[in-house]
């Protein structure tokens, strides 16, 4: 049986990098000890005005194809989820396509907001599994929210950085490796509740969407708290029944990096310990669809994941969007 396997991993983050205490002056009140105490964010990165997602996107692909030993020319499909495109057509895939010189791979785009690299897993991993002709698959997830961000608005702008991770997935006639199981969801009703609403064809840019900041990110209704931690814990259950492994048993939980104690509620939730949930959103601020390949990027790195190890990737976005994908390395 065909399955796709992780051979690879990068990622990149800007050089720009903002503490909390800018926060501060920037807003006149002290939001860093919110900040430090309660979502454990001390800086994040914010592109350059001439930086954009698919310069991000660019970096973290060469990153990954280097470290594989794979040329450009070899990858079959290049999938690039964000909700911060280069442009709102055509697709910011197409961009990295021609800048890699990944001549022989089809592109596109997925947009289920944060959730998006774990559904673009998810799909990369399902061509491999049925086609033949798909051998090397990249899947990046890359995200520049700062260029959507009201500097007046302390909800948005203290959580939101930027960054791109990519993985790299190999078709192998294995059945011990590779991907296992995946899940999606959707809670369409709170597509409203959080979003950049202006410039697509229902609010057109026009001088009431500019005066009113419909083009940038907004916090409309505050969601339950227990929304993430509910589902992440069921979305996590569902993958342990269907591969026949405890959850205890997982070797590193890679979730989205928006909240510290979402993360530490589900995994106390699984009986698992909070350890093998890690996070990076420390000194790299809340990345979106980015954050779950660069935390697994950073745990590649530091040898903290292995081939053999199982790991679970569970993404939650705007929409609202729910991803989870079960691999062993």
């Known amino acids: 049986?065909?399955?796709?396997?992780?051979?690879?991993?990068?990622?990149?983050?800007?050089?720009?990098?903002?503490?909390?205490?800018?926060?501060?002056?920037q807003l006149g009140e002290d939001v860093a000890t919110w900040l430090n105490e309660n979502v454990h964010i001390y800086e994040r990165r914010w592109c350059a005005d001439d930086e954009s997602a698919a310069d991000l996107a660019e970096r973290a692909a060469f990153q990954?194809?280097?470290r594989a030993g794979i040329s450009p020319e070899q990858l079959d499909l290049i999938i690039?989820?964000?909700?911060?495109?280069?442009?709102?057509?055509?697709?910011?895939?197409?961009?990295?396509?021609?800048?890699?010189?990944?001549?022989?791979?089809?592109?596109?785009?997925?947009?289920?907001?944060?959730?998006?690299?774990?559904?673009?897993?998810?799909?990369?991993?399902?061509y491999i599994r049925a086609d033949e002709q798909y051998e090397y698959v990249l899947v990046i997830g890359t995200y520049a929210m700062s260029k959507f961000l009201n500097l007046e608005d302390k909800k948005t702008v203290t959580l939101f950085a930027d960054g791109a991770g990519a993985v790299l997935l190999k078709a192998e006639r294995n059945q011990?490796?590779?991907?296992?199981?995946?899940?999606?969801?959707?809670?369409g009703e709170y597509n409203e509740w959080m979003g950049?609403?202006?410039?697509?064809?229902?609010?057109?840019?026009?001088e009431t969407v500019l005066e009113n900041h419909d083009h940038q990110l907004k916090f409309v209704r505050k969601f339950p708290k227990e929304l993430n931690p509910e589902i992440w814990t069921q979305m996590a259950g569902r993958l342990s029944e269907r591969i026949g492994i405890p959850p205890e048993q997982v070797d590193r939980y890679f979730i989205t990096q928006i909240n510290i104690n979402a993360i530490w509620e589900t995994l106390d939730r699984l009986g698992?310990?909070?350890?093998?949930?890690?996070?990076?959103?420390?000194?790299?601020?809340y990345t979106g669809s980015a954050c779950i390949?660069?935390?697994?990027?950073?745990?590649?790195?530091?040898?903290?994941?292995?081939t053999g190890d199982l790991v679970y990737f569970i993404g939650s976005g705007g929409g609202l969007a729910f991803a989870s994908a079960a691999f062993r390395l």
Not at 109 to 120: E, H, K, M, S
Not at 177 to 182: D, E, M, P, T, V
Not at 196 to 206: A, C, D, E, M, V
Not at 272 to 285: D, P, S
Request: hydrophobic share 40%; glycine share 10%.
């Open 1 to 25: 049986m065909r399955n796709a396997t992780i051979i690879s991993c990068g990622a990149y983050a800007p050089e720009k990098i903002l503490t909390n205490s800018w926060f501060n002056e």
């Open 64 to 66: 990954t194809l280097e």
């Open 80 to 126: 690039v989820a964000t909700d911060t495109p280069e442009f709102v057509s055509p697709s910011t895939a197409s961009v990295v396509q021609h800048r890699l010189g990944a001549v022989n791979a089809g592109t596109f785009d997925i947009n289920t907001a944060c959730a998006g690299f774990v559904t673009a897993l998810d799909i990369g991993s399902k």
């Open 176 to 187: 011990e490796r590779g991907f296992l199981a995946s899940e999606l969801i959707s809670k």
């Open 196 to 206: 950049i609403y202006g410039g697509g064809t229902h609010l057109p840019i026009s």
């Open 272 to 285: 698992v310990a909070r350890e093998k949930g890690h996070t990076v959103m420390h000194y790299y601020g």
């Open 293 to 306: 390949p660069m935390a697994f990027n950073d745990a590649w790195e530091k040898g903290m994941v292995k």
